[in-house]
């Protein structure tokens, strides 16, 4: 199958400063990929839709200044947490898809914490 | 919209013993339903779908769901646990036409020995 590859898998911070991470799609193409956020013993959340060549598309309660989204080509989106807060600790998730396909592809996830 | 429920947030059973996963969706439109399985500090993999083929759909590691439209859930069951399936498990909901995931809160799966 499809393989989405996300880095880094763990990321330490600290407060105030900023960590990107990467969602990249191996072996194919992906116009939309998404990005989830999973508190401790939660469920995922999406946070927004990253498209190819336009801006993303953020739900409703999530800072897009905060969480900064770059879909710049075919196989790469990159999320950026910019003055990162301990509260901004969790598990980063992205998914792509396959045009016409059902099915979406996840990342490893990527561990952040501030400190 | 549309949303997915859950019940039991934690599942206990004996090794050897039947898994039952309850999932309930709700949906405007014919759904595509997904099991995700989640390791600790890992990613989702997925175990099965429903795509409007067979209502009972056969996944990995043993485990099945059957799409009830009636009922409007997608229950995941396997016949004899192992401690390899302790796990958190994910029942997910999507469109037709994109790749955008609604997920359940999960089920934490336990194996007693």
């Known amino acids: 199958g499809a393989v989405v590859s996300q880095h880094p898998s763990r990321v330490i911070c600290k407060s105030g400063t900023s960590v990107k991470i990467e969602c990249r799609s191996l072996?194919?193409?992906?116009?939309?990929m998404f990005w989830y956020r999973q508190f401790p013993k939660q469920s995922l959340m999406l946070m927004a839709t990253?498209?190819?060549?336009?801006?993303?598309?953020?739900e409703q309660g999530v800072e897009k200044d905060k969480f900064l989204i770059n879909h710049a080509s075919l196989t790469l989106s990159t999320l950026t947490v910019t003055s990162a807060h301990p509260e901004d600790s969790s598990f980063y998730i992205c998914?792509?898809?396959?045009?016409?396909?059902?099915?979406?592809?996840f990342g490893q996830g990527t561990r952040l914490t501030v400190v | 919209a549309q949303s997915v429920t859950q019940l039991g947030s934690h599942v206990s059973v004996s090794e050897g013993a039947l898994v039952l996963l309850r999932c309930n969706y709700s949906s405007s439109v014919p759904p595509y339903l997904f099991w995700y399985v989640q390791y600790p500090n890992q990613g989702l993999q997925l175990l099965l779908k429903?795509?409007?083929?067979?209502?009972l759909v056969k996944g990995i590691n043993g485990f099945e769901a059957e799409f009830k439209k009636s009922e409007t859930s997608f229950h995941l069951t396997k016949p004899s646990a192992h401690m390899s399936d302790a796990a958190e498990y994910f029942c997910a909901v999507s469109e037709f036409t994109g790749n955008q995931f609604y997920f359940g809160t999960g089920t934490s799966l336990t194996v007693i020995p």
């Open positions: 429903y795509t409007s083929a067979a209502t």
């Open positions: 072996d194919f193409q992906a116009t939309t």
């Open positions: 998914s792509a898809g396959i045009g016409g396909q059902s099915e979406a592809f």
């Open positions: 990253s498209n190819e060549g336009s801006k993303a598309t953020y």
